[in-house]
């Protein structure tokens, strides 16, 4: 009997030297994913987790697990996470988080992993200088879109307008048109134009620097060794009295959409509330679900004095406390490599890869890539800077000018000394 265990633990003692030890400790990896692409309601959600499964196919003992959320409770719950030193695998961002989360200390340094990758030269430098805060990248640009004027055409033909709008002038002579429709009430079923004004809104101050870069301003810029405001009073002000004659001179514009965050403008606009609005190429998938999506059409938004638009770029990030950060870099470049980026960028954003129209689920889209592509020419990302509370401040002073509480006057000098107040106590310090 003896001789019979002697022999037994002889055969064990082997089978267990020819096992490799990292099989022996393996244990399955958990990416943990913080993003905004709900595959229960898009197509570009379903899209992005057929890749999830793909991806763990390939790589076993790794899994993804998803974590969806809309921006501003992700942003929030990156913050409240950072703060206690825990944080997602991946993390997407908007490209102004990233020198707030930087400076947070959130956000792992990528800068090494991000210019030994050999496809670190198939995005633009432009989307790169998003991710980056110091010299330092804090993440891969995974898109790169811009806003445009969608607008009805056959709303356009109703009303007998026959030009798209090319400047602020023509907006609001367009949007007077438009609105109409007048219902017993005494009341507009359709008006021309609307915006987004909640003094939480994450796209409202996008929307708001587009019209200021169109006035020739910027939002911040660098003179000598410090920031300073962009712009003047007097062209915060023209901003604010564009919103304004809009609102109450044209009447063009819903005035119970004073508060509105695009989740509202999006809705009004498919119900067909609205006749235009400055947009993205997300707006696809709301026009394949509207019996008047084939009329939906898109045009340069128009400007003040010069062209401009939103350059949003999109980020991908690695949080600091990532547990798995080696892991998740490898599962990125699989991820935004060029076919994989475009395939899930078909319906809502855009691919920032430069190479992304070499592709084979390229799609030619006039309408819903073209117009974005093209426009990207005057497109401004958001300055290198926390921008946090320069946008919340724009919000609440187009509130003071909405609510009446404030002329746009008195809102372009307030606006302008609350963003010189910031820089001075907050970003030059």
Not at 28 to 45: H, K, M, Q, S
Not at 70 to 77: E, I
Not at 363 to 386: N, Y
């Amino acid at each position: 009997m003896k001789r019979i265990s002697l022999i037994l633990s002889v055969c064990l003692l082997f089978s267990l030297a020819v096992i490799p030890r990292g099989a022996q400790s393996a244990e399955p990896v958990t990416l943990e994913v913080w993003n905004v692409w709900d595959p229960a309601i898009d197509r570009d959600g379903r899209a992005m987790n057929e890749k999830f499964r793909e991806y763990e196919k390939l790589n076993p003992g790794i899994q993804v697990k998803q974590n969806v959320m809309v921006y501003a409770d992700l942003k929030q719950k990156a913050v409240i996470a950072g703060q206690g030193q825990q944080g997602p695998d991946l993390l997407h961002m908007l490209g102004e988080w990233v020198p707030e989360f930087s400076r947070m200390g959130i956000l792992e340094d990528l800068t090494s992993e991000a210019k030994s990758w050999s496809d670190y030269n198939k995005f633009p430098q432009s989307a790169w200088n998003v991710s980056t805060v110091n010299g330092r990248i804090f993440g891969l640009p995974s898109i790169a879109s811009t806003r445009v004027l969608v607008y009805r055409d056959d709303l356009f033909k109703k009303a007998g307008i026959s030009k798209v709008p090319t400047n602020w002038q023509e907006l609001r002579e367009a949007a007077k048109k438009l609105t109409a429709d007048i219902g017993p009430d005494g009341k507009p079923k359709v008006y021309g134009f609307a915006f987004c004004s909640a003094s939480t809104a994450i796209r409202g101050p996008q929307e708001f620097a587009v019209h200021l870069w169109s006035t020739g301003a910027d939002l911040v810029k660098w003179v000598g060794n410090r920031w300073v405001p962009g712009f003047t009073p007097e062209q915060a002000a023209e901003v604010f009295q564009f919103y304004s004659d809009l609102m109450f001179v044209d009447k063009a514009v819903p005035p119970f959409s004073i508060g509105w965050e695009y989740q509202q403008l999006d809705s009004a606009f498919q119900a067909g509330t609205l006749a235009m609005a400055q947009d993205g190429a997300w707006m696809k998938r709301r026009a394949e679900q509207s019996e008047t999506g084939q009329s939906w059409k898109t045009a340069y938004y128009p400007y003040a004095k010069t062209p401009a638009t939103y350059l949003e770029v999109k980020i991908e990030g690695i949080s600091k406390f990532s547990k798995h950060k080696k892991e998740t870099w490898e599962f990125m470049k699989w991820l935004y490599n060029r076919d994989n980026d475009v395939y899930i960028n078909q319906t809502g954003n855009l691919p920032s890869r430069l190479d992304a129209k070499e592709s084979k689920h390229w799609i030619e889209d006039k309408v819903w890539r073209d117009t974005f592509l093209e426009s990207a020419a005057f497109g401004h990302p958001m300055p290198p800077i926390p921008t946090s509370p320069i946008l919340k401040d724009s919000m609440e002073s187009l509130q003071e000018v909405l609510y009446k509480r404030m002329s746009p006057q008195d809102a372009g000098k307030d606006y302008f000394n609350k963003v010189k107040t910031y820089l001075d106590t907050s970003v030059n310090k």
